[in-house]
Structures are given as C-alpha cells and as structure tokens.
C-alpha cells in the first residue's frame, strides 16, 4: 500500500515541531531516554498526528515498559493500551498527571526480562542525594504546573496490561485506531516470535490502520547487538517480516544518516546517565560510539 514505509531516521527529526511535545513531557518527568529514543518519539508523534484520529481514539504501544511514548499518546487525549510482557508498577509521579489503570494477570520470564530487571534492580538504589532528586522532580515548575492543568483538562488514559504481543488475544479483532513499538521489537527473541507479533497486529488493527514502529537498523546483513540485547534489522529483513514486496525507503542513504547521528553534539549530550558505568545498555558506558542507527517502520492494512 502507498503509505508503506521505512524511513531511517534522520537527525532533521530534531527541526521538527513535535520536538518541543517531546522535549516537555521529558522536563516535565524530568525524565532520561535512550540515545536514540528522541528521533523514534518525534517521529512518532508526527506520524500519528497525521492521521487526525478523534479524541479517545485507542492505540496500542507494543512493548511499552515505562517509555515515553504512551505518556505522550495520553496527553494528545487517546486512550493507549500500554502492553509489555515485564510487569509493571503504575508510577506515582505519572498517575497524577494522567489516569493510570492495570490489568496485568500473566507473568512472563525471558533473557530479555532478565536484562531489564538487572539493570532496573542498580537504578532503584538510591542513595540519600537520589531520593531527594525524586522529589525535586515531582516539585518541578513543569510537573507542578501539569497537575494544575489536569484538574481541569484531563488527558487521555493508559491501561497497563502484561502480555506478549505475539498472542493479543484479548483484543478482539479490527478493534485498534493504531499501533506504536518505540525500540521494543529488536528485543523479541526469534524471528518467528516477531512474525507472529506482526500478525498480530494486522489481526487487531482497523481496516486501512496502521502500524507505526521503531527499531534499530543495519546497513547489510541483520547482526545481534548483545549489550542491548537486540537485533539491528537490514532492509531486505524489513521487507520480509512486514511482507514489503515494495515500500518506500531511504536505506540508501544509510552512510550518509548514520554520519548525521554520530556528528549530533545534541545527542552525544542527551545521553542518559544510566547508560554510564554500564556494558549493558544501547551505548556500552557512555562512550559516544553509534554502531546502528534508528529506523521506522509505516504497515497499513
């Protein structure tokens, strides 16, 4: 279909209007994301902005562990099912800014939850100076503000559900608006289990909906990124997992982007403090040393 696409994202994401929606939210939160989490959010938002859905509109973000982006999707009003395999607790400093449910009733246990529980396990020790860093970020002007502002405009809801997303069968089918995966999917473990998320979504999107999914490319061959624990996607792989026997795209202008990404000052100085001192992580401990660049993934069906 026309609106098929892979777009590899290019640091001119950063020009973008949508950038200042992703830059308030993350003060708001006084929050901290992966290195390349700003060009897959504001791509994002700008994709699915363009579709004009009516407020309430459902969208479900695949894989969403406690990532931005359902935080933004619920501020632009729609009502995001916020599914991830990893159990989550609903976040104080998030539900009071935005209706936070959850149904979480299946456990999961997999490398990846491994991976992740690890390193969640080293940030969750806080020392004296840590914990009063929390409460200067819910006392930020930002957030204070925001929580005035709900009181009388309240945003959209997010309902945390566990679940693979391979086996969403409790959604029925052509039931959802629209799909995002900021950087989740890279993290499945086969190949086959990927195909069977994809298939997945076809079966709960609307007729003519789309999907809208971000994930870590590589210029040729498809190679395992093991610090992060993920796949880096060549495009020939794209097209098969997404059964693009043709699609617009902008792989051949990998060199050229990946030059932009590991130029961007911006970036280099965007990076997370949770990634220094640690191996396993998108940039092992903080050296600026991009050996993959993000891309984005348009399925209409």
């Known amino acids: ?36 989490y700003y060009l897959d959010l504001i791509w994002q938002v700008r994709e699915i902005k363009k ?8 969208i479900i973000d695949a894989g969403a562990g406690s990532g931005m982006m359902q935080f933004l999707l619920a501020s632009l009003g729609y009502t995001v099912l916020s ?22 009733n299946r456990v999961f246990t997999n490398d ?28 930020n002007p930002s957030y204070v503000f925001e929580y005035i502002k709900t009181k009388f405009v309240p945003y959209g809801s997010i309902t945390f559900i566990t679940a693979d997303f391979s086996n969403l069968d409790f959604i029925p089918d052509h039931s959802i608006d629209a799909i995002v995966s900021t950087s989740a999917i890279e993290h499945n473990e086969s190949m ?3 195909s069977l998320s994809i298939d997945e979504f076809k079966r709960v999107l609307k007729k003519g909906a789309s999907m809208f999914i971000t994930t870590s490319a590589a210029e ?19 097209k098969r997992l997404f059964d693009f ?3 617009s795209s902008n792989y051949t202008s990998y060199k050229q982007i990946f030059s932009h990404i590991k130029g961007s000052r911006f970036l280099q100085d965007k990076l997370p403090s949770f990634y220094f001192n640690n191996p396993n992580c998108g940039m092992p401990n903080g050296v600026w040393d991009p050996t993959y660049i993000p891309v984005g993934i348009i399925k209409q069906v």
């Open 1 to 36: 279909m026309e609106n098929n696409k892979l777009e590899l994202l290019d640091t001119s994401l950063l020009q973008a209007k949508e950038f200042q929606l992703v830059q308030h939210w993350l003060t708001v939160f006084k929050a901290e994301i992966g290195w390349h």
């Open 51 to 58: 579709l004009n859905l009516p407020p309430h509109a459902t």
């Open 83 to 104: 599914i991830d395999f990893n159990e989550r607790p609903i976040p104080p400093r998030y539900a009071k800014i935005f209706k936070i449910q959850s149904k979480s």
């Open 112 to 139: 990846y939850i491994k991976h992740l529980n690890t390193i969640h396990a080293k940030q969750k020790k806080k020392n004296l100076p840590g914990r009063i860093l929390n409460i200067l970020k819910v006392l």
């Open 192 to 194: 086959e289990t990927l």
């Open 220 to 238: 040729e061959k498809t190679w395992w990124h093991e610090p992060s624990k993920g796949y880096c996607y060549s495009e020939s792989e794209l």
């Open 245 to 247: 026997p043709t699609v």
